[in-house]
């Protein structure tokens, strides 16, 4: 019908404003702090980075993008007697939300194509970029540990392709590997590379047993599918990867269950399967405050209030994130807590309209 082209239209306008303006002022500040490190780029460069950025904020900008876009719009229809209209025609609050609602999937089914094809892609190309070129995150410490399946583990300082740089392998407290480069190939043997066998004497005492320059590890079991899930970080895996290695069983049991890079992917999948949906609930809740009918609407107050409960939310959210990541409370209880506190309060103002 035309007026819900009408309703479609306007909000996507508004929406598309709020993102772009938003978003450019991001891209002015950041490109001058990082001016330095830009100057030997090529504008390609520099835009690809940028779409890279827009891609690791969308489910932030979002949902506060189709807030702002949503109380505009709906506002202008109450003040200018449009929505009074429709309804003298015979249409009900709720159908005349539907094309909000419509914008609102849309908008949560992008973000699950973000988290399920683009950032994964742009992870591959970007993450090392930032770390080489730009120089974030350059004095962080990468050591990171891959539990296997025979009980021992391995730590690594970082990665350089299919090869782990100056690790240890941990077979038990009194037997250690280092090796300062183990290298994995499809249907190969772990080599590794500048071996050295470390053992607990009599005198318990870690001293140096054998050393290698180059030595096969048979009994290092972990296939190339478990390291590239192991030393790619959760969040720059796509969620049917995620889902393919996630403890499902241990999610919503107690505290320390999992090991940390589990309680990571865990956290993660989770996140991505759960954020999107608030692109509904921000309709679902602002809406009913947009078509109250009075004197005088008080636009500025409802923007207020949305935009401070949005924010409550996300703040509650990434508090469920790090309390999940920590194993301070079960992932799934700790990110499903925020949505089960304001699902049944939206539905319920929702089904009042």
Not at 122 to 138: A, I, P, R, T
Not at 212 to 241: C, F, N, V
Request: glycine share 4%.
């Amino acid at each position: 019908m035309i007026w819900q082209r009408y309703f479609v239209r306007e909000l996507v306008k508004v929406f598309v404003l709020v993102i772009g303006a938003s978003y450019f002022v991001y891209m002015l500040i950041d490109y001058s702090t990082q001016a330095k490190a830009f100057s030997a780029l090529t504008f390609v460069q520099i835009t690809s980075y940028y779409l890279f950025q827009l891609s690791k904020q969308a489910e932030l900008l979002v949902p506060f993008a189709l807030a702002i876009a949503l109380i505009k719009v709906l506002s202008a229809l109450n003040t200018r007697n449009e929505l009074v209209a429709l309804l003298s025609a015979g249409l009900s609050l709720k159908r005349l939300i539907r094309p909000f609602l419509l914008v609102a999937f849309v908008c949560s089914a992008l973000l699950y194509c973000n988290f399920q094809f683009l950032q994964p892609y742009l992870y591959k190309s970007f993450d090392q970029f930032e770390k080489k070129v730009l120089k974030l995150g350059s004095h962080d410490i990468e050591v990171g540990a891959i539990p296997l399946a025979d009980g021992s583990k391995l730590l690594y300082h970082h990665v350089e392709a299919k090869t782990l740089v100056d690790t240890y392998w941990v077979r038990s407290l009194d037997h250690i590997y280092h090796i300062k480069r183990l290298s994995f190939e499809e249907g190969g043997l772990p080599l590794g590379k500048g071996v050295s066998i470390l053992k607990r004497d009599e005198r318990g005492r870690i001293s140096k047993a054998a050393y290698s320059d180059e030595k096969l590890l048979p009994d290092l079991l972990l296939s190339t599918e478990t390291l590239g899930h192991a030393i790619r970080p959760p969040k720059a895996q796509s969620i049917l990867e995620l889902a393919r290695h996630l403890p499902w069983k241990e999610t919503h049991l107690a505290t320390s269950k999992m090991s940390d890079h589990d309680a990571a992917t865990a956290t993660v999948a989770l996140y991505k399967l759960t954020i999107p949906l608030l692109s509904i609930l921000v309709v679902l809740g602002a809406a009913p405050l947009c078509v109250r009918f009075g004197r005088s609407l008080p636009i500025y107050l409802i923007y207020c209030i949305s935009l401070a409960a949005l924010l409550v939310f996300f703040t509650l959210f990434n508090a469920g994130v790090i309390l999940a990541k920590n194993q301070v409370v079960a992932p799934l209880w700790a990110l499903l807590t925020p949505l089960l506190i304001v699902t049944p309060f939206i539905g319920w103002r929702y089904e009042r309209l």
